[in-house]
């Protein structure tokens, strides 16, 4: 489908149309609404945090970014399956002495 077709785009256009443009209070509040949830959802999700950005040449960049969180749909399919999920400090901990392993290796 078309985005621009999609009722939720037309939603949105709609309610930015007629609320924030135009004399409609209705409209004004659900631009407020779509704008908080689109913010919440994205809060909430665990969307990958852009680190750091940078210039590697003409036409190439260096984009680091965090890994995204474990949903905790994954982590009940993991334990449903019998897999301990490793916690944020045993992450942490595996990563450095991957770190430490890749510079003695040098």
Do not use: Y
Request: charge should be positive; charged fraction near 25%; hydrophobic fraction near 40%.
């Amino acid at each position: 489908m078309i985005s621009s077709l999609r009722p939720s785009a037309i939603i949105r256009r709609r309610a930015g149309e007629n609320g924030l443009l135009g004399p409609s209070t209705f409209w004004s509040l659900v631009t407020v609404g779509l704008w908080v949830h689109r913010f919440l959802s994205k809060k909430g999700k665990g969307v990958p945090e852009v680190v750091d950005v940078s210039k590697l040449g003409a036409g190439r960049n260096l984009e680091i970014t965090t890994i995204s969180p474990m949903t905790r749909r994954r982590r009940r399919a993991l334990a449903k399956e019998g897999i301990r999920v490793p916690s944020l400090n045993e992450h942490r901990v595996l990563a450095q002495i991957w770190a430490d392993r890749k510079v003695a290796q040098r």
